[in-house]
């Protein structure tokens, strides 16, 4: 029996295999794996190299102030220190009055007993201004009245406590207090001010009263500072 076959057999049978197409396919495929990674790639070091110049910027054009302030800080001008007067005494009371600070030390020993601003005289007339050098105390008195003239100006001024140390041509230099002087104004009028004194040391009044209380008659002074 002649054998029938099928119009395909052959092309069943003997068809050409189709590894090589698979294998394409496949080739295929990893080329757009590939290709996919390496868009991520690109695309990852794009991103991360914009932060990172980003970054970068920001900490070249980040002034910081705070750290700045922390490394330079802003130095105020400080006051000149006031000078331990009392340090080199070796009485057993003296009395130092600075012009320059306006200021005024009672030194026991070397030891500060009470310091206190002060306001001295007018340099602006020489019977005003106040008298450097070594004094004593040669008096004291309660609740009197000030009365002299400087040849430009007279006054009158009551005081509780006078201790005057020094008379001369133009008359009587000493301690006192000064109501009409406000306590902010002791130590801050300059002596080209026509509002310091006629040459005496004004004080506070409970700067006087203790000076008067502690000081007897004979205590040294020294003044010092302009000539």
Not at 156 to 166: A, C, E, H, Q
Request: hydrophobic share 35%.
């Amino acid at each position: 029996m002649q054998p029938v076959f099928k119009p395909d057999w052959q092309s069943k049978y003997n068809r050409t295999p189709r590894p090589a197409v698979k294998l394409a396919k496949k080739s295929h495929k990893m080329k757009k794996i590939a290709l996919l990674v390496l868009v991520i790639a690109v695309a990852s070091a794009a991103y991360y190299g914009v932060k990172q110049n980003s970054q970068t910027l920001a900490a070249k054009t980040d002034p910081k102030p705070a750290v700045v302030a922390a490394s330079s800080p802003i130095k105020t001008p400080q006051p000149a220190p006031i000078p331990d007067a009392c340090s080199n005494n070796t009485l057993n009371k003296l009395i130092i009055v600075s012009i320059n600070y306006q200021r005024m030390w009672a030194c026991t020993y070397s030891q500060v007993a009470l310091t206190s601003l002060i306001t001295t005289g007018y340099t602006g007339n020489p019977a005003d201004i106040t008298p450097t050098g070594h004094y004593q105390i040669y008096t004291k008195e309660t609740n009197v009245t000030l009365k002299g003239t400087d040849g430009v100006t007279s006054w009158d001024d009551p005081v509780s406590y006078w201790m005057p140390f020094l008379f001369n041509q133009y008359g009587a230099y000493g301690f006192h207090d000064a109501s009409w002087e406000t306590p902010s104004q002791f130590g801050h009028i300059p002596i080209t001010s026509t509002q310091a004194s006629h040459g005496c040391v004004q004080m506070p009044l409970a700067a006087a009263k203790w000076l008067y209380d502690w000081a007897p008659v004979g205590t040294n002074i020294t003044i010092q500072d302009p000539a």
